[in-house]
């Protein structure tokens, strides 16, 4: 099996940073130790703290853009965390007192200033345990420092008031406003495809396609695969053609093609907001793919457990299929399923 359908193209993303006006949001990927950091194109940001180790500890930041945003943070566990017996690096520290007690999701700090007066007394740290002994559950803080100092970088908050990492005298002002998202982007009716329509498309572009399948190494076979076909409008119509399968997923290749048999199919490949190793990442496989009322859909598990991936969504506007959606987290560290940040969002998400 190709690795891309089961271990996504590794995104320990070198992208772009916004510029310090926040004018354009360009979705920002970066890992630093065991912290991941995401920012979208409204300027929102999360950072996550995990190692790979069991029982563990996840901490979970989220900050959006503007100068009025405050940061949430919460702490992650499979089982009730005792804020008392907390430790940092093996000692007790009087921030422990700002969790507030619960099961699985714990919330840290009841504003702004006590969510920073938290960080503050963890980020030169190693590691926070939730008890002693080397069976407590941890979470690592290695590279929390530069998470943060990034999104202060991100999101203009350099040292202003509101900074998480590097604070100053500056006030909140000066931070720059949160981009507008985009709005969403309504499907074009499309008269529906007939079954016979259907395959008849599908057996024509398996034809036209099959030098392109030979050189992917598609490996399922045309007699077996679960192919499909979906009216993009009167005149276009898009053809999935099952390429590699798992135990948990599969992916498959899209063309468009004309409805009336003419002319040669062409291959869909959709570029994403952000960078790989100064590249421009572009889904060409799509996994778990759905196309249905002019939505496309595309999640790929990186395991079968969910707790890493990517998911996008996409809208035909009648001539281009326009991005809605976009999530990612590459490390696979045992979180709760399905739940990776957001790199692209329309308004309402």
Same mark, same amino acid.
């Given at each position: =099996?190709k690795p ?15 510029p ?7 979705p920002v990927?970066r ?6 950091v995401?920012c979208?194109?409204?300027a929102?940001?999360?950072?996550i %703290? =995990?190692q790979d180790?069991?029982?563990?500890l996840?901490?979970?930041?989220v ?5 009025t945003?405050?940061?949430v943070?919460t702490?992650?566990s499979d089982a009730?965390? &005792?804020?008392r ?6 000692? *007790?520290f009087a921030a422990?007192a700002?969790? *507030? ?5 714990q $919330?840290?700090g009841r ?5 920073r007066?938290f ?13 002693a ?6 979470a690592?803080? $290695?590279?929390l420092s530069?998470?943060?100092?990034l999104?202060?970088?991100t999101?203009?908050?350099l ?8 604070r100053g005298?500056?006030?909140a002002?000066?931070?720059?406003a949160?981009?507008?998202l ?9 008269p $529906?495809l ?6 008849a498309?599908i057996?024509r572009v398996r034809?036209? !396609?099959a030098p ?5 190494d ?5 007699a077996?695969?679960?192919d ?5 409008d009167g005149?276009?119509a898009?053809?999935?053609?099952? #390429?590699?399968?798992?135990?948990y997923q599969s ?6 093609t004309?409805?009336d048999g003419?002319?040669? !199919?062409v291959?869909?490949r959709?570029?994403l ?5 100064g590249?421009?990442r572009?889904v &060409?496989a ?7 009322a002019?939505h496309l859909s595309? =999640?790929?598990k990186?395991?079968?457990?969910a707790? #890493?991936?990517?998911?996008? $969504?996409?809208?035909?506007? %009648? ?7 976009f ?8 979180? !709760?399923?399905g739940?990776?940040?957001a790199?692209w969002?329309?308004?309402?998400d």
């Open positions: =099996m891309r359908l089961a271990l996504f193209p590794s995104v320990a993303l070198l992208t772009l940073a916004l310090l006006a926040c004018a354009a949001a360009t990927y890992t630093f130790g065991d912290w991941v995401a979208d194109n409204g929102r940001c999360e950072a %703290g =995990m180790a069991y029982p563990q996840v901490l979970r930041l900050l959006e853009g503007g100068p945003a405050e940061p943070l702490l992650e009730p965390v &005792d804020p017996g907390l430790r940092l690096d093996g000692g *007790r422990a700002l969790v *507030r007690p619960g099961e699985g999701v $919330s840290i504003d702004g200033a006590q969510v007066a960080l503050d007394a963890i980020r030169n740290g190693a590691h926070l345990q939730a008890g002994g080397e069976d407590a559950p941890t690592s803080l $290695s590279g530069a998470a943060l100092l999104i202060d970088e999101q203009g908050r040292d202003t008031v509101t900074a998480l990492r590097r005298p500056l006030p002002a000066r931070v720059p949160a981009p507008v985009p709005a969403p982007v309504p499907p074009v009716p499309a $529906s007939g079954e016979d329509e259907a395959q498309l057996a034809l036209q !396609a392109e399948v030979a050189r992917e598609c490996f399922v076979d045309a077996e695969a679960f499909a076909a979906g009216a993009l005149d276009e898009l053809v999935m053609l099952e #390429c590699w399968r798992g135990a992916s498959s290749l899209l063309f468009r004309r409805r003419s002319g040669k !199919a291959r869909l959709l570029p907001p952000v960078q790989v190793e590249e421009r572009v &060409d799509f996994t778990n793919v759905d196309f249905s002019g595309h =999640m790929a990186g395991r079968g457990i707790d #890493c991936g990517e998911s996008a $969504s996409w809208t035909y506007d %009648g001539r281009d299929f326009r991005l809605q959606r999530h990612l987290l590459d490390r696979c560290r045992g979180g !709760a399923p739940e990776w940040p790199l969002r329309s308004r309402g």
